[in-house]
C-alpha cells in the first residue's frame, strides 16, 4: 500500500474536507499535516477553530491514518523522509510549486473540485448579502472575538 | 460489546461532538441518529449545514459505527429493537424525558460538559459583542442565506 501526505489548515471542518480526505485515503495510507496557528500567523492567515481542535477533528476522521502538525514550510522533506511516504498530494492551484519534493517522492497536483470551501465558506458571510466594506469588517471582527473565545 | 445509541444534530461539527462521540464510543458500538431538516423544521430549528452533509461528517468520523437518520420522535423505540442497542443516551438537559424507553433498553443521561457548543457558537456571533438586536437579526439574516448557498 501506498504512503501519501496532503497539507492543509482544516479549519470549520466540512463536506469538501471530508471528500478530499476519502479521495486520498483511497489512494493509501493517509497522513495529514495540519497547519499549526504560528505557522499560519507567519503566512498573515487566521482560523476560527485553534490548531489543537482542527488536529483532533482531523485525526478523528476514519480516512486518516496519522495526523501531524504543519509548522514551517521546509519540513516536507523530512517529513516525506520519516513516514516514508511515496506520494505527496497538494490541491493544483499550488500547481509546479512542490516540483522540487519529486527528488523524494512523487508528486500529484489534484484539481480542486467544486462547491464548498472553507474560504468560501468565510467571504459568503460577507459578499452573498452585498453587505459593504464596513459591516464585512464587522463580520471579521466578530469571527475573531469568536476565534478567540474557543481557544 | 454493548450497542449504544444517541440523537443529536451535529452542525458544524466541532470538538465538542468528537468528544461526545469519543466518550460513546468508549461505552460499545455506536449508532448515532442525525435528525434530518425536515424534523429540525417541526421543532422550528435551522441548521447551517444541511442534513446530508451532517449525516455524512458523523459517518465519517473513527468513532462511529453507524450513522442513521432521526426523522420522528417516535422512531427510537424501533431503532432501539432494529439494532438491538443495549444503552440509549443523551445530554443531562434531557433528564427524565427518555424514561419510558426503559422498557426497552438502559437509559443514561449525560452530563454535558463545559465549552463550546453549537449553539454557543452561533450565539457567540451575536452575543459576544454586546450587539443589537438588529446586527443579531442581520447575522441571522446572512447565515440562513449561507445555509441556502450550502444545500
Known amino acids: 500500500m501506498k504512503r501519501i501526505i496532503t497539507y492543509g489548515t482544516f479549519d470549520l471542518f466540512h463536506i469538501g474536507h471530508l471528500n478530499l480526505l476519502k479521495r486520498l485515503a ?8 495540519v497547519s499549526t496557528d504560528t505557522f ?31 509548522e514551517s514550510w521546509e519540513q516536507k522533506v523530512e517529513d516525506i523522509k520519516k513516514y516514508q511516504i511515496d506520494t505527496f498530494v497538494i490541491g493544483d492551484d499550488w500547481q509546479g510549486k512542490f516540483d522540487f519534493l519529486k527528488d523524494h517522492c512523487e508528486v500529484i497536483y489534484l484539481p480542486r473540485t467544486e462547491g464548498i470551501s472553507t474560504t468560501s465558506l468565510k467571504t459568503s458571510l460577507g459578499f452573498l448579502k452585498n453587505i459593504n466594506k464596513d459591516e464585512l469588517f464587522k463580520a471579521l471582527d466578530i469571527l475573531e472575538t469568536l476565534r478567540n473565545d474557543l481557544a
Open 26 to 33: 483511497a489512494m493509501g495510507e493517509l497522513t495529514v499535516a
Open 40 to 70: 499560519n500567523e507567519g503566512k498573515g492567515k487566521k482560523t476560527i477553530i485553534p490548531f489543537e481542535q482542527r488536529l483532533a477533528i482531523v485525526e478523528g476522521c476514519r480516512y486518516v491514518h496519522r495526523a501531524i502538525a504543519e
